[in-house]
């Protein structure tokens, strides 16, 4: 599955995730990995993205790992 959100160090994002802290939905979806990372100058265009990934079909998502990976 896919997991999205937005925060200021995806490191200790990852970690606090795969030690079980953190969203309910990853709590039972471990390991956690990241597959995908984009940056943005301030905290509201950051959550702007999320919402409008979160509204993307899988396959979109899929895409933009996919893309990703390439680069």
Do not use: C
Not at 11 to 38: C, D, I, M, Q, W
Not at 44 to 68: F, N
């Amino acid at each position: 599955t896919f997991y999205t959100g937005w925060t200021t160090d995806p490191e200790r994002r990852v970690a606090r995730h795969n030690k079980g802290v953190g969203a309910k939905y990853t709590s039972t979806r471990r390991p956690v990995k990241l597959v995908y990372l984009e940056t943005h100058p301030n905290r509201t265009e950051a959550m702007k993205r999320e919402l409008a990934i979160k509204k993307m079909k899988r396959m979109q998502k899929s895409k933009l790992v996919e893309g990703y990976k390439g680069k």
